[in-house]
């Protein structure tokens, strides 16, 4: 039984569209973007109002569509409609932030793929910015593609493909939801709950190959459910599907293989009707062969990449037994903690979602659990509090992060049930309640953006120090076209994290680091003075060109390192600063020369201490 169908076929008669109130909430929706681009353009100028503005677009973006999709009335179509439109109109809120070029620190180690695609004509090429990603290029063929046909430039096109991506996404994740319980109130809440993943709004809307992936791996859930495992009604293309998804992202294609797996056993433990369709095991085993044969032939370099992840994710074990301190939540930011209200409503939000967990796996045991997806998806959600214990730890935080686009699947899908399932009450009850489940659901919604994003990235700034996308402005970027344009492309250089990023995409060159060269280039700042230590880190690197940015010193960096993980930033608890003796230091070393000077970049070369003489 769904909640209030009758009212529901009444909306449907008199709304031959079966939008419903669709258009009037998308005009509040489109009011709250125009709200969401003032607080960014404040934002740019540093103006104290910008957040309010920001939050209060957001609120309209997503609040009435939240309220409408709680209800009982609206038809299934318009539900979709609903999803549809703000899984959509939250992809804008994150063009808004970038509107005109990349600045999220994965999206350019993408664009350094795709450049090299674009030079060479070839796939694969090592990237120093990512070694695993040119190993997985679904984004960047299709990204190449587009702007081959259309002439446009790799932003443009980049767009394109991720609303696209989140499109899928969206009628995906409804479609399936919905499949799993044959009610269209239990997808949109469930839907929703998705959306307010940590992920979602950034981390999953930039250029990265998870975000072209999960979109796909959504089509591939709702096509085998749909089909059943028949080849024509739609099992083989949710094949070709997976196959394009096992090219595009690693993450999500083992995702992708344990869901499909385990769909398999739970559809023959629970020994349902197996007289519909041979269900998702071919898909499954095909799937996981195919996952297995592009790891082991192609990209045997994901081992190392995941591994030290995966060993993070036993951070937790540590934790328990007392080897390591927990992380302090909303740590300190330049000497501030976040917000009183942030803090507040980021808890209130998990509380929320831990209250509604039981309910929701109650529900899931009263009546679905003769159904293999909710028995699943239940299976998923009950890994959510182990993702918030992973939080707790320094080494998993990230981690734990990351998890959220996928364990998000299934905790919506039982918050939903909590929610939305009949309830001995009686219809004037039901009413009341609705207002109660929407405010919770804004707290959940805003919560998970603030857990998701750092309170100095969520809108456009002046410039942060080792800030990541508040690092990335025109005179670094400057910097970067000045190295490929004068010093010629692949140039090996050693630069903190942004402006490593921004001289391999930008610049072209090639950059020297511990995790790709096994050499600890960035030790080679924290000493005031030159010392054949550091003469041995440049030789071992054949390091060209040194780039410093004189920001970075006596700051804390606000990405936890200034150049990458494992290096001295703490010992003791106590943050080791950079120092500008440090950073400049080369400048007195004979035979290193100048050859660029913004006033806050300089570029060093020092080709004379590793090769002897410039060439």
Partial sequence: MIIGRPAAETAAADDPSGLGQVPEIAAIAGLGLVLVAVGDTLGRSDASVADLFFWVGLLAVVGP?????????????????????????????????????????????HLRTFDDIAASGGLYARNPLLLVGPLYPGLEIVTSVLTGVTGSGPFESAIVIVAAARL?????????????????????????????????????????????????????????????????EGAAGALLVAAASIVTHHATSYALVIFLLAWTVARWLLRSDRSSGPGPGRVAILTAIGTAAWLIFVASETVRYLGPRLIDGFAVIRLLLGDMAARQLFAPVQGALA????????????????????????????????????????????????????????????EASRSSTFVFLGLGFVVALAV????????????????????????????????????????????????DTRSIGPESIDAALWARNELG????????????????????????????????????????????????????????????????????????FYFENGEPTRIEHQTILLTLAGLTKFAQVPGVSVVFDSGNIQVYDVRTLTQGAPS
């Fill in 339 to 398: 917000p009183a209200w942030e803090q507040v409503v980021g808890y209130s939000a998990v509380i929320l979602l831990l209250i509604a967990l039981p309910l929701g796996l109650w529900r899931v045991w009263r009546d679905h659990r003769r159904r293999p997806i909710a028995v699943v998806l239940a299976i998923v959600a009950l890994s959510y509090p182990a993702t918030l214990a992973l939080r707790l730890t320094q080494a998993g935080g990230e």
């Fill in 168 to 232: 899928l996404l969206t009628i995906g994740l409804f479609l399936f939801l919905e499949r799993a319980t044959d009610n269209a109130r239990i997808a949109g809440i469930g839907a929703f709950v998705y959306v307010a993943n940590p992920n979602n709004l950034f981390f999953d809307s930039q250029f990265g190959y998870q975000s072209l992936a999960i979109g796909l791996g959504m089509i591939v859930f709702y096509l085998v459910a749909e089909s059943n495992g028949r080849w024509r």
């Fill in 65 to 109: 569509g939240a309220w409408r999709l709680l209800g009982a009335s609206a038809s299934g179509r318009e539900r979709l409609g609903l999803v549809v439109l703000m899984g959509m109109a939250l992809y804008v809120v994150k063009v808004l932030h970038s509107p005109i070029g990349f600045t999220l620190y994965d999206e350019l180690q």
């Fill in 489 to 560: 492309p692949g140039k090996r250089i050693v630069a903190d994290r942004v402006d490593r990023v921004l001289m391999g995409s930008y610049g072209g060159q090639t950059p020297v680091t511990n995790y790709g060269d096994e050499v600890q280039t960035f030790r080679l700042f924290f000493t005031p003075s030159f010392s054949s230590a550091d003469l041995a880190i440049l030789k071992a690197g054949e390091v060209q060109f040194l780039v410093v940015d004189r920001r970075l010193a006596g700051i804390k960096p606000l990405t936890k």
């Fill in 420 to 467: 939305a399932e009949p309830w001995s009450i009686g219809r004037r009850w039901r009413r009341s309640v609705t207002p109660v489940l929407a405010a919770a659901a804004m707290v959940v919604f805003v919560g998970g953006v603030i857990i998701g994003t750092p309170r100095w990235s969520r809108l456009p700034g002046p410039y942060l120090p080792a800030a």
